[in-house]
């Protein structure tokens, strides 16, 4: 497998090179770990999702917010440098209009490191992206922001923040390409707070939230975001969830949220790229390959033109299968 | 019950005082009245339609128009200070586009009372609104308007319109904001029209109106508007009419149009609050009112923050819920 | 049959004279012919398609794209003037983004002359449109342009072109009315490329694709465009494609893209408007009709207000019924 790094490599170096700051981190399961939880915390070396979330917002009671805050910064100091099961350990903070947001970055300041990823939900609008990045840039310092390799991943949860998502991500990613802002990865959908705002219930089938969740795939896709999918809540029900992730991953979402670790096998297992992808990933890197040599300009493959985004797509499956291969996942 | 008013005015009073400017109007079912038909216009004291609507629009030919609009005008001036088996009198007049709306309205300015809501179909652009307000405020002055409780409701039925939804509505709430023009209080969905201008074909199914329903949804509920569904159009399937409004109650749909009064009691009943819904508000309400007594900022209830929009619509259940059981509806 | 004909024309000359410039011209099937293959280009004047296109594009290996510019020149010049079986012919180019366009225009510039339409893929950006005309300018001059017929059909074949949708079309549509650029008739809607640019797997029922094209539809319509479906990949189903043409003509599309001869049949037939639907625009254009000899405004028919989009249709409706019965398709 280890030839895949180098198409990888290869392939990406023509855009950028495959620094800490632009690799690919692959989030098939999203698993929350309650930073309450001093149980849940010292588990987390050995949890197996892609990425785990060090949860502060509404896995934490409001009575337990400062242990919460203060459990996370030394969950942060004690396992940096460690050999960690996953990929990532991430950190969710609580949202801006919960007026606990700048506590948070307060306490989390005085962690070592930054998380490899800041995770913000319930983002509303472009004017509260501005009001965050301001809190993050007063707490933090706008060069140990610039500085950090660390990732940013958003909730859009409500009809507002869906409908103006575009102007929501596009300021997102003017604020790290001109002020420096932590790089937007990844968008996750946070359908129980979307239904209860639009007033629907929630159907198994889940009719109800094809608008809602294939604009926002559209919207992640537009600007070559990962969309990470809905929380599937019947724990017991594996059959149930291993069709909502086949359906999520047809419709073109990255991921998945977890709510439990034994969520997550099922989760990663349904997202995990085919062979047939991985061998067309491969192959089409290959071909560019060829072709760069050539140093003529338009390129296609398996008749279709090649653009840049599905080129981008193959690289990106070949770094997450180069990650599982390597990681074991 | 006696307890529902209280919290509901409590609650409310955090925000804004229920004056009768501000209170909750339910609008589970709009029942269509031609104003043409004198026959129609006698039994409207007793329809128990939570709307009910004095059309002078579609359901009254050409040349009935002026017929329409006096008995309209004498319905208005001899159901006042009545007592009224609905909730709301409503009075749909033409469309800008129609040409007619200035004959309307100069008639209706002859009336001693304005309708509780004026009701405006196919409203297509921003601009339109905007149109629509100078011919309110030259006909009726913009004190009488300023003065009146009445709401606004109005119709989306064009591919244009969908589109630019979110422009009509905000266009429509700046008016009020800023010059006084009746309050929006509701959208309704007109799917003939609009499946007309897209040239869809109606199925029983209505898999081809999912987009246009579910972002018309959306588009409510990002603004905090009742979402008024289609027409069932098939008066003697009452099977299909229920399923059809509890598909819409559960995608998020406050109420539907009704062509009939036969279809009223389904309706009514379909949109009317669970059992569970109800606790749901109340307890809410109730965990709001302590903790407002507590004095602290961020509010928790079953493991959920509780935002502004959430508050708002445990307020309009309890309202609503107050006045189904107040008027025995 | 030739009465529809009067009507049509007299309903039309309300808005415009049905000149070559305003005439409708039916596109209910689009079928791709590769350039690059003499042996399909001799078949051309005998397909009965309502659309043939000389396809640049995709269908044409990197290696013949030359090959398949200097036969379309030579096709275009001997066919002018010839009896084709088909209504129009129409040619695709290579996107802007290939770099290919400007090569394609220069070849294409020596044409007699210039096709029926012009077919531009992967229109991504309302920015690409004015690069796009610039490139046109450039290469014909714009009288050329102007004086010409021709109209243009672009694709839709991307997340970021659905979102901007609106944009892209009306920046088309405000270069042929402010410069005179040919006049957008028809967006089609490449799904294999939305589909990979999103990464959704595309499946038979094609769930997963239901935001994309109502909106892709709901856009078109907003702007009283054709909209062209997707292709249908399985040659050997016929029943498939059958149900995949109704229901795309019950959602709202006007036609279907072919990649073969064998499909047109079915595709034609299944968007031949009903005789129902002929009756309807018959009777529409005759109630019309007397309604302008009455002088009066508005104007009503079987209950329904008519607007200027509706009577679109009924002229739509006609002249396709006309086309088709003249022309034996």
Known sequence: MTSLVGYARRCASQFASVSEKAKYVPRR??????????????????????????????????????????????????????MLSCFELGLRVNSFASGLLEDDLKELSKAEVLPAAFMIPKVDTPEDVAT?????????????????????????????????????????????RNSGFFKLDAVVFGSDDFCADIGAIRTA???????????????????QLQAIDSVYIDLKDEEGLRESCLQGHSWGFTGKQAIHPSQVPIIQDSYKPSAERVEWAKSLADAFSMHQQGGTGAFSFRGQMIDRPLLLQAMNVLQMQERIMGGGL
Chains 1, 2, 3 share one sequence.
């Open 205 to 223: 089938e889940g009719l109800e939230n094809i608008y809602a969740r294939q604009r926002f795939v559209t919207v992640c896709k537009a600007f």
């Open 29 to 82: 399961s999203l698993l929350y770990v309650p930073a309450s939880s001093e149980k849940m915390l010292n588990k987390v070396p050995l949890m197996k999702s892609d990425c785990v979330v060090l949860e502060l917002e509404d896995g934490v009671a409001l009575t337990s917010k400062a242990v919460a805050r203060s459990n996370a910064v030394k969950t942060l100091n004690q396992l940096q440098g460690s």
């Open 132 to 176: 965050i990045y301001d809190l993050f840039r007063t707490t933090f310092g706008a060069n140990r922001i610039t500085d950090s390799p660390t990732r940013l991943v958003i909730w859009i949860e409500s009809a507002r923040a869906l409908l103006d998502m575009p102007r929501i991500v596009s300021s997102v990613i003017n604020l790290h």
